[in-house]
């Protein structure tokens, strides 16, 4: 049976993993019969955003605490993370890809990529199995591997990916850019929409163009 590893970021879109598509990542690899384990790192937030007003909160929350709320308790450190106990590797989305995973949503074009981040996605590319990220996510590939993928179709996000070495393609909320070279899969999800009908297409999409790769 395949296995994928789910790489979380926090709970909440402003300063952790989108909730809507990692629940929806989640049910994708169910619904295809994928045995998944969650994963996030073990540290702090950048910062704490209180989601019902946007405003900044005075205080700290770890990713990884709060990343088992959207896993319901089964989540391991990303640390534990090895290559090897995997058939693939996903990124959801949210603003805790930008602001805990890398420096994407504060540094801008001068962003870096967390290490134990960077070395999954190492891992995976150097095995050649699977990697797949939505929504914003996707600034973690493109600054580890380049390759060409996908966040919408946002000019200025597009230039700094391709700034870092990537090479975006405009794609729509139902559609996947496909790296077969460097076996990436990527949809923009809520870059492009609002409806969560339509983000589930996308994930959807990526998720079962992910496991055809597997089979390549």
């Keep these: 049976m395949k296995k994928v590893a789910v790489v979380l970021s926090g709970c909440g879109v402003y300063d952790g993993s989108e909730i809507h598509e990692a629940a929806l990542t989640l049910l994708a690899l169910s619904k295809n019969e994928v045995e998944y384990q969650c994963f996030a790192p073990d540290?702090?937030?950048?910062?704490?955003?209180?989601?019902?007003?946007?405003?900044?909160?005075?205080?700290k929350r770890n990713v990884l605490v709060e990343s088992a709320r959207i896993a319901r308790g089964n989540i391991k450190a990303l640390t534990e993370l090895k290559e090897g106990d995997f058939s693939g590797v996903i990124f959801p989305g949210g603003s805790g890809a930008a602001k805990n995973l890398s420096t994407y949503a504060y540094e801008g074009e001068d962003y870096s990529v967390d290490e134990e981040v960077a070395r999954v996605v190492k891992d995976f590319h150097k095995a050649r199995k699977p990697i797949a990220a939505l929504c914003i996510a996707p600034v973690i590939i493109a600054k580890i591997i380049g390759g060409r993928l996908t966040t919408g179709n946002d000019k200025k996000t597009a230039g700094i990916l391709?700034?870092?070495?990537?090479t975006h393609v405009n794609k729509d909320y139902n559609e996947v850019a496909v790296d077969e070279k460097n076996r990436i899969v990527t949809t923009p999800c809520y870059m492009v929409t609002d409806n969560i009908y339509k983000v589930s297409m996308g994930t959807e999409a990526a998720v079962e163009t992910m496991l055809g790769l597997m089979n390549k």
């Design 162 to 166: 391709t700034k870092a070495g990537a």
């Design 43 to 59: 540290k702090d937030q950048f910062h704490v955003i209180n989601h019902l007003t946007g405003e900044i909160i005075n205080e």
